[in-house]
């Protein structure tokens, strides 16, 4: 034991040697970097040419082992203190030891951040830069400092922090840097302000090479430094893995699948003529079957971003300038060519991948092994899953076709070489489930067939890719509208589940189930091959149809309480096969008669006890299409004397009204973010009820459409508090459901249905009380609210049909009233239509007052209104002799005139005048071409008998326009004016 004197004085020469230590070493830097800086050349970027890049002094890399292992150790700290502070009793435990270290070096980075590899960057950067200024006199890197570099970065093992899933697509935050000086002029150009850039592996791996390649090129080429095959095939795997990631390949001008090309360019590329020695190889890095495999892959997974994928709506990143090999290799006089690949279209990609494809089976032919057939195998996948994925995803039929044909052929010669993955198989199935040629369903089968007697042969598939290959299968026959032998397939793979031969990883898609439910559900037998059916004409054949959709989704369900039962989680069922089998069920309605109501009630209440079934028994979550399915199919069954159907549709509504809480969903998140089909019912629904309701024709039916949207319109305005995002102080209502909006929509229903109500007294008045809420809010800036023409018109309508009788401060007759109505249209900029001027006329002629001066004043009215409408008729059809009939709705028609007759009759006395009025219109009417027998009943209101038989002809008591010429009705065809009327 030592004396605690003897302890204290070897701390203390402990402690002076390495004083003393440092002061030397601070010494002799200072005296090196003195010594350097006077003998510094001064180089511009502008001045780097072929001599400048061969050093003063050849390279020696006898040091280089020593700064190796300097940055060896700051990798792995832990690992080489074990190794070089351990006693070891015996040489076996050293070699362990050091076969340990090799071992660990192919592991992944045992940090889960760059620091440690970005410390061992700035190391290979400092002796770089330090090469260069002593003008070739330090110790230069060799391959071991870039491998070593480049592998800390290329095994970073990064880890979300939530999931703590592997993560290969690290990203990190970094300045950037200035590269070294005798570096060309590569991305070389910096902001003054040094920003931090988003950095990856792949971008970090491509900079490091490009350094090496310019240090290489500086040195004169040397076999030391010149980057090996294995050094390029790391760069281009993982380029090879980024291609098909549209995250990354969306934000750049160039693709990875460009990168990786443009590698392999420059990998073949010749170098200059003075460079090559004897010794050295005239091409920079001969590519191997790696090389070749990575770049296919690469060209193979390229992938346009379309309007269909996901944007990154994330902040934007500043990111590393891309790797300019071109420009890179122009400057060291290397040919290199460039032809990007076209961003508009990725068959060009698969194109340069099959030429690819065709130089690796030359060098598979001339050295056969185990290894370079599976990357030939490789290579085929890719191209041939590429093919298909580009076929799916294509909008162009005949490349598209060319992709499924190319990917089949691919398919075949992948069969011959070795056994093919399960993947290539469905890719095939896949891109043959969308092609148009009529064997597609028959070749998809046969190549599902093939898939299956591997398995059968003892080759192990994977059951996801199995799983997908039944999916595309029967959506292949689907295409061809062949729902059984869809449900063949289905039931085949039914039958695979059930045996359990893939094990209990194999499970029947959803989508499977609901693809063939949809073919059920538009099944017709009696059409045409490949003919689509939107209506399926046979009511017992649409009866078989429900019942088979129906069926499958009793076997879904059986799948679903299998896999629950197995204490499977992912194995989640949607609304959508319910959706479908309610339609096929809603689509056996018959036409609505008074005879089938009661059936036609019976099939909707079938349909709801899907939906019940649904919800309750399976907790399957409907959506708003299920809603929408059945209160549509309640709406069409709505007409006068069916009220029920109507009551129906709105206990359905208010089931979900009742089931769904707008308070809970609107607490935690962003009210903003929501969608439709997160708070429902939507308007769509309550629009659906509201038409029910509309459908009666009666004065209940009015009234309950009204007080619906005046709910309607308390919940959203109390809900609309919350939607802005106050949440703390919105006030919740017991009653609060809902949040849906009364639209344009919504109110012209209800104002149409009061429209036509003739019993009620103050049709006309809720119809003008509902118009002046909506032009409230269109002036208070909801441009939503816009009254269009057709509600215009439904109010004018409503003053024909029930006088005005609210208040009345304005002292106007219904004729004025609706004149005033059609100033507010034109001053609003909303043109009136025939409709409108039809309906004004009608609504003088409905004059009851027996004053004279208020019939004159709607007689006037009516008058001013025809000549209108006859000044908005076109040229070409105001001439009187020409036989053509106007198409729009802005013209008089059949109505104009017996309107008009009416308003004669009604508002003047009998006279010259009045024979003399309905003379002229009747004339005008007849030559136009809409004369009718409404018009001739008019008429024959309106003038004496004499004048009646004179003007048409005839004294034949009961005439009918059949009668007539046939020019005189030549425009009056059945429901002419409604199927060529847009606006109405």
């Known amino acids: 034991m030592k004396s605690s004197k003897q302890v204290k004085k070897s701390i203390t020469n402990i402690i002076t040697a390495l004083i003393l230590c440092t002061l030397t070493t601070q010494c002799c830097c200072f005296i090196a970097i003195k010594d350097v800086t006077n003998r510094l050349p001064m180089y511009s970027h502008s001045s780097v040419s072929e001599e400048a890049h061969s050093a003063t002094q050849p390279p020696n890399f006898s040091a280089t082992a020593t700064f190796n292992h300097d940055i060896a150790r700051t990798l792995f700290p832990p690992l080489f203190f074990a190794l070089y502070h351990k006693k070891y009793s015996n040489q076996k435990q050293r070699d362990d030891q050091e076969i340990a270290l090799r071992q660990h070096l192919k592991r992944a980075s045992p940090f889960e951040d760059p620091n440690s590899a970005q410390t061992a960057e700035r190391m290979l950067r400092r002796m770089m830069e330090n090469r260069y200024r002593s003008d070739g006199r330090t110790v230069c890197p060799d391959n071991r400092t870039f491998n070593l570099v480049a592998g800390s970065y290329g095994r970073l093992r990064c880890r979300n922090s939530v999931t703590k899933v592997p993560n290969v697509g690290v990203v990190w935050e970094e300045e950037q840097k200035r590269n070294p000086q005798y570096r060309l002029n590569i991305n070389n150009n910096i902001d003054a302000a040094e920003e931090m850039i988003s ?41 090879a893995w980024r291609s098909g990631n549209i995250e990354f390949n969306s934000r750049k001008q160039t693709s990875d699948a460009d990168q990786a ?42 992938r346009i971003q379309t309007f269909s994928d996901r944007q990154d709506t994330s902040k934007p990143r500043k990111t590393l300038p891309i790797a300019n090999i071109t420009e890179m290799a122009n400057e060291m006089n290397i040919e290199l060519e460039s032809n990007p690949l076209s961003q508009e279209d990725s068959f060009s990609a698969l194109q340069k991948a099959e030429e690819l494809l065709a130089m690796q089976e030359e060098m598979y032919e001339l050295n056969r092994n185990d290894k370079s057939k599976q990357a030939l195998a490789h290579s085929y996948k890719c191209i041939l899953e590429g093919f298909g994925r580009y076929a799916v995803t294509s909008g162009n039929s005949q490349p598209q076709e060319d992709a499924i044909t190319r990917a089949h052929e691919l398919l075949l010669r992948l069969e011959k070489l070795c056994d093919a993955p399960s993947s290539s198989y469905a ?16 070749l998809a089968e046969d190549v599902l067939d093939r898939m299956l007697s591997k398995m059968k042969s003892g080759q192990v598939l994977n059951a996801i890719d199995v799983s997908k290959a039944f999916s595309g299968c029967i959506a292949a026959h689907v295409k061809n509208y062949d729902a059984p032998n869809a449900e063949t397939i289905l039931f085949k793979m039914l ?47 649409r009866l078989i149809n429900a019942d088979r959709a129906e069926s499958i989704l009793v076997e879904l369900e059986r799948v679903a309480r299998n896999e629950a039962a197995k204490n499977k989680n992912k194995y989640v069922l949607h609304a959508t096969p319910y959706n479908i089998a309610i339609l096929a069920r809603v689509q056996t309605l018959e036409k609505n008669t008074p005879q089938a109501r009661r059936s036609n009630e019976g099939i909707i209440l079938h ?77 769509k629904h309550y629009s659906s009820v509201l038409k029910a309701h509309a459908n009666c024709r009666s004065p209940a039916g009015a009234r309950k459409a009204l007080s619906l949207l005046s709910e309607m319109e308390k919940r959203f305005y109390d809900a609309n508090v919350i939607s802005d995002g106050d949440e703390e102080d919105a006030d919740f209502h017991v009653d609060q459901k809902d949040a849906a909006k009364p639209d344009l929509v919504c109110y012209s229903i209800v104002i149409d249905a009061f429209a036509k109500q003739k019993q009620l007294s103050e049709a006309s008045s809720v119809a003008l ?66 409709f409108t001027y039809n309906y004004i006329i009608n609504c003088c002629a409905q004059e009851a007052s027996q004053d004279e001066n208020e019939k004159r004043i709607s007689f006037e009215i009516a008058i001013k209104a025809f000549q209108e409408l006859r000044k908005m008729t076109p040229s070409s059809n105001n001439d009187d002799n020409g036989d053509s009939c106007s198409t729009d709705a802005y013209h008089p028609d059949s109505f104009t005139y017996a309107f008009t007759l009416k308003a004669c009759t009604n508002l003047l006395t009998p006279s010259p005048f009045r024979t003399k009025v309905a003379t002229q219109v009747f004339k005008e009417c007849c030559k136009k071409g809409y004369c009718n027998d409404e018009v001739m009943k008019r008429l024959r209101w309106c003038v004496d008998t004499d004048s009646f038989y004179a003007l048409i002809g005839t004294d034949t008591r009961d005439v009918r326009i059949d009668d007539m010429p046939s020019s005189w009705s030549r425009c009056c065809l059945p429901n002419k004016r409604r199927r060529n009327n847009p606006s109405y």
């Open 199 to 239: 950095m990856t592996s792949t971008d970090k791996l491509q900079e490091l090479l490009q350094l090496q390649i310019c240090l290489c090129h500086y040195e004169g080429w040397p076999d030391e430094i010149r980057p090996s095959v294995d050094t390029f095939n790391r760069v281009l795997r993982r380029l």
């Open 261 to 302: 090309l443009l590698w392999l360019k420059f990998m073949n590329a010749t170098l200059p003529q003075h460079f090559i020695m004897e010794g050295n190889h005239a091409t920079i890095c001969s590519p191997d079957w790696k090389s070749i495999s990575y770049v296919i892959e690469a060209l193979a997974s390229h």
């Open 427 to 442: 890719s095939v199935i896949f891109a043959l489930s969308i092609s148009n040629r009529n064997p597609a369903a028959i």
């Open 495 to 541: 039958d695979l589940y059930e045996s359990n031969e893939l094990g209990s990883e194999f499970v029947p898609e959803p989508r499977a189930f609901g693809t063939c439910i949809a073919a059920w559900s538009k099944y017709d037998p009696a059409a045409d091959f490949r003919e689509r059916v939107k209506w399926v004409s046979s009511q017992r054949q």
């Open 607 to 683: 349909a709801q006890s899907i939906l019940d079934h649904m919800e309750f028994e399976m907790g399957v979550a409907a959506d708003p299409y299920t809603y929408s399915i059945l209160l549509n199919a309640w709406t069409k069954q709505s007409c006068p004397g069916n009220e029920k159907a109507a009551d129906n549709a709105e206990e359905l509504l208010r089931r979900r009204i009742e089931d769904v809480d707008i308070s809970n969903i609107y607490s935690d998140d962003d009210p903003s973010a929501k969608t439709v089909d997160d708070v429902w019912p939507n308007v």
């Open 769 to 834: 009380r509902l118009l002046r809420a909506m032009e409230e809010k269109y002036y208070a800036g909801d441009m939503s609210m816009k009254p269009n023409n057709r509600i215009y018109t439904a109010v004018i309508l409503s003053l024909a049909n029930s006088p005005y009788n609210g208040d009345d401060a304005e002292k106007l007759n219904n004729a004025q009233r609706a004149w005033s109505l059609l100033d507010e249209m034109k001053a609003n900029d909303v043109r009136p239509n025939s």
